[in-house]
């Protein structure tokens, strides 16, 4: 990744500099990375990385993996933050999801990031045949297609970054999400003018072999080009002339409703920052409490600052943020100077606003975690509290499929791996997932399932499992008692998306001899109930942007 290397300013908050380098190194390292690696790819002192690495802990944005540090989904909250206040994904995110089934094509949405694009909005339709790209992911204008229609618009001085950067790194070995590049044509000025003509552009290949997309640019009313949009195909279906051929009258049609509703849609009404968020006086004070000199107040103070911003708050001015996030005007300002400096914030007159850049705080690593790797620190410690094996299961037919799963002690004959299935009817986890489907569809799958006893105690008569899904329905949670195996219980409870849906369900499975159906609701419900809260938390988080995988 290209940095500046200007010194910082006489005000700068240097624990924010240190706290942003440790997790921007997390994020090359694909998220997860050794104190003893931290130190040495950042410079700083083992025992700086460890302050940084509690303070990020406590802040909900690391944790521990045996002797490694992990980021946590909690950390795309940053990201949301910046997406959340340029309104693009929002605004314009539904638009390409309907061009992407339209044409049957992947479709994506990318911003300017000075000599990069970086993708906040993927429709991805690609047929494992090539590289896809993550929300968050940064790549070197001169390989895109989007690269083209943004430097058109650049500065003198953003041709000489453009420039400088090429000549340190002529092959963007600095950018991951690429391969690296084997020609060296300078054929980006003679592009761009050719894309402000047309107003488009082609990649050919430029990424990798067979990978070709097609881009026009989104501008506002002022005619500033704010991201563009690319539809993207393989030559195996069509060169990059007759995918302009049969894409790019649609591709245009779509841009200008964009660029409608970007004049025309209502102000966002600002979205109050959610006061659980870690930075509170309360907060702080518990942080210094229980870590002592391992808490570095000025880092979780920085990037408190991030969250002042979001839907409806793109530009704050210092007393806006000060007030979002209860700092002292001060130690706010200070804030806004080092974060400004690294390239996170800019300023216009007297008001702040986020950049592109604060995607590179491990939204791209955390972007494509399926629920399953989300659920699975939450799973653990539901294991280690019930003392009993705790699975995320989702539907898929009539049956379930296990995703995740944390084994304490063998209670079942099988043996339960990922992948494992069940018929849904008679499992906990099966009647949680049935039980979110209208009554009708209940019925009907009812009727159609294979409904084969597996004990003496399973139920199988549609009209009486039909009151039994209703009882889940209203109560919440679904206990099935020796049905799937004898002396077997189970517990199980909904796992629910950010509108409400439920996608995957939780269940603890115990020994009848350890647990009564009793010792079950009052025992293993409030843990349950815990860990359901804690995985849809940081499937909330993770889910307001990005299209989380819950089927593996
Ligand atoms: C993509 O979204 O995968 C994409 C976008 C622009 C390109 C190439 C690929 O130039």
Known sequence: MPTDDSPAPAEAVGPLIRGIGVLRELTEADGRQSPGGLSRATGLARSTVDRVAATLTRMGYLRQIGRDVAL???LMELGNAYLGATGLPDLLGPHADRLADALDESVSIAVPDRDGIRFIHQATRRRALSLTFRIGDLLPAERTAHGQVFAADWTEEEWAHWRERRAADPQNLRFPAIPPFRQSADFLAEASAVARARGWAVDDQMIE???????VPVRDSQGRQLCGVSVVSHTSRHSARSLREAVLPTLRETVAAMEYDLRHAPPTEPVQRPADVAGSAAWTEASKQELGRHFVEALARGLTVLTAFGPGRAELPLTAVAEATGLARATARRAL??????????AHGREFSLTPRVLDLGFAPLADQPLSRIAEPHLADLAVEAQDSASLAVLTG???QYTARIAVRRVMSVNITIGTRFPAFVTSLGRVLLADLPPAER????????RNPLTSHTVTDPARLAQLLEAVAQDGYALVDEEVEEGLRSIAIPVRDHTGRVVAAVNVATHAGHRSLAQCREELLPALRTAAARIENDLHTSGRYVRIATAS
């Open 72 to 74: 946590t989904p909690r």
């Open 209 to 215: 072999p067979g990978l070709i997309a097609l881009v």
């Open 337 to 346: 100077i080092t974060l400004e400096h690294l390239g996170y914030v800019t």
């Open 398 to 400: 009539d049956d379930i």
């Open 443 to 450: 019925a009907a799958r009812l009727q159609r399932a294979d």
